[in-house]
């Protein structure tokens, strides 16, 4: 079965500082990789994705991601964060040919960022 | 526009006692998924509904949990005789068809479920 793990669950850093987040999966086939985040008080909102092409993928508010296919990794990173990243990240990934569109999350990553 | 609708934000209910929640997806998303977030579990797919072919039940935890959608719009996810694990944020998102097969999804602010 498919699976999504962060390794980091609580990232407390100061603003400017660098940011990486991790995530593996478990899947052999062709997936869709994706970065959802959760600001305080808001929805759900899509962060940034991957579907093929560049493995270096941009988002917004700066953030980017490189899939990195031998190591089924789908890291998120920001040069230099701001007060207002802090946030909720999850990352996830989708089969598409499977039939369905259900996403796997991991369990997320709680990014606290100080002044 | 209007995001994903659901109600009720919150909800305490005692142990035994079943439930409803409900979605209301955006207008002429044919897409329609029901997931849980538990503390410390991430976001669990429940069940997924793509316009009128038969959903796709594999997250379910268990028979106690059932969801429907009527007419290819708002959805109502069901959980009889509710135990106290069940308590999660349970949050609906839906998509459109020209994202179909891109998993880009387009989340509601959840409902609080919490079992006493």
């Known amino acids: 079965a498919q699976s999504v793990s962060q390794h980091n669950h609580h990232v407390i850093l100061s603003e400017a500082a660098s940011l990486e987040l991790g995530c593996n999966y478990s899947?052999?086939?062709?997936?869709?990789l994706f970065w959802y985040v959760q600001y305080p008080g808001q929805h759900l909102q899509l962060l940034l994705k991957?579907?093929?092409?560049?493995?270096l993928v941009k988002g917004i508010k700066g953030f980017e991601a490189e899939f990195i296919k031998s190591k089924f990794s789908f890291n998120l990173r920001k040069p230099s964060v701001q007060w207002s990243d802090t946030a909720e990240y999850f990352c996830a990934v989708n089969a598409p040919w499977g039939g369905t569109d259900k996403l796997i999350f991991g369990t997320g990553t709680r990014l606290q960022v100080f002044p | 526009g209007a995001g994903v609708s659901q109600s009720p934000s919150n909800k305490v209910t005692e142990k035994g006692k079943d439930v409803e929640l409900r979605c209301d997806p955006i207008?002429?998303?044919?897409?329609l998924y029901w997931y849980r977030q538990s503390l410390g579990q991430g976001l669990e797919f429940l069940i997924y509904f793509q316009g009128n072919s038969a959903p796709d039940k594999s997250g379910l935890p268990s028979d106690r949990f059932s969801a429907e959608r009527t007419g290819g719009s708002v959805s109502t996810l069901t959980i009889q005789r509710t135990q106290q694990e069940d308590s999660a944020v349970y949050l609906c998102a839906s998509s459109p068809d020209v994202d179909r097969g891109q998993g880009i999804q387009y989340f509601g602010a959840g409902t609080r479920l919490s079992v006493l």
């Open positions: 991957y579907f093929s092409g560049d493995p």
């Open positions: 899947y052999g086939g062709t997936v869709n």
């Open positions: 207008s002429g998303h044919t897409a």
